[in-house]
């Protein structure tokens, strides 16, 4: 099994940025395709970006293409969520999410993950 706890939420004003972190522990990290998802309140939970195993292939969501970066560092076990111009409407439980997967492959839907974290909450202000 993989464990993820995801860190770095909080309050930004529209405009602003945030960076989110997830750690991952339990098993061989660069394994593991790594996505991000978010669930606004009322609302499904939505594919924000993917990074593959070796963090040569990312993927996002139209809704964010252009303002946020994945980044992963495998010596780290960590991926990263870079969110800049940030919007009211990305307010949001940001959660992290792990899958088996090949080397340079991004995986978008929810049921492809298998791990998950418990989220983080992203909060911005207009």
């Known amino acids: 099994q993989v464990q993820l706890a995801e860190s770095g939420g909080g309050l930004v004003q529209a405009g602003g940025s945030l960076s989110l972190s997830c750690a991952a522990s339990?098993?061989?990290?660069?394994?593991?395709?790594m996505g991000w998802f978010r669930q606004a309140p009322g609302k499904e939970r939505e594919f924000v970006g993917g990074?593959?195993?070796?963090?040569?292939?990312?993927y996002y969501s139209d809704s964010v293409k252009g303002r946020f970066t994945i980044s992963r560092d495998n010596a780290k076990n960590t991926v990263y969520l870079q969110m800049n111009s940030l919007k009211p409407e990305d307010t949001a439980v940001y959660y992290c999410?792990?899958?088996?997967?090949?080397?340079?492959?991004?995986?978008?839907?929810?049921?492809?993950?298998?791990?998950w974290g418990q989220g983080t909450q992203v909060t911005v202000s207009s």
């Open positions: 999410a792990a899958t088996v997967t090949g080397w340079h492959i991004v995986k978008t839907p929810t049921y492809e993950y298998d791990y």
């Open positions: 339990g098993r061989t990290f660069s394994n593991y395709g």
């Open positions: 990074i593959s195993r070796g963090g040569d292939t990312t």
